[in-house]
Nanobody, 124 residues
Framework: QVTLVESGGGLVQAGGSLRLSCAAS????????MGWFRQAPGKEREFVAA????????AYKDSVKGRFTISRDNAENTVALQMNSLKPEDTAAYYC?????????????????WGQGTQVTVSS
């Protein structure tokens, strides 16, 4: 069982930065790939970024490449999403998630555990 708690969301102007963090419980954190998804009002939940269990592999949604960076600290059981050059279209609730393997990380069905989400609002 893994419990995920996100933090770091907030209101920021376009062009600004935010750093989201996700704290995970459980002693098996290092065996899970971790991901970030987001969901804007009236839209489906979409993949943002993922990182393999060791941290050696990453994947990103095309529209965030070069602006967002995912990282993890297996000693601290945390995963982070550094978001730079934020745009109004990045406004959404962001969810941290954990799943086994790294073969279908862009699909929400890959993941077993989800956090409650943290809101990111980017003003123009």
């Amino acid at each position: 069982q893994v419990t995920l708690v996100e933090s770091g969301g907030g209101l920021v102007q376009a062009g600004g930065s935010l750093r989201l963090s996700c704290a995970a419980s459980g002693r098996t954190f290092s065996s899970y790939a971790m991901g970030w998804f987001r969901q804007a009002p009236g839209k489906e939940r979409e993949f943002v970024a993922a990182i393999s269990s060791s941290g050696s592999g990453t994947a990103y949604k095309d529209s965030v490449k070069g602006r967002f960076t995912i990282s993890r600290d297996n000693a601290e059981n945390t995963v982070a999403l550094q978001m730079n050059s934020l745009k109004p279209e990045d406004t959404a609730a962001y969810y941290c998630t954990a799943g086994r393997g790294f073969f279908s990380v862009r699909m929400s069905t890959h993941y077993d555990y989800w956090g409650q989400g943290t809101q990111v609002t980017v003003s123009s």
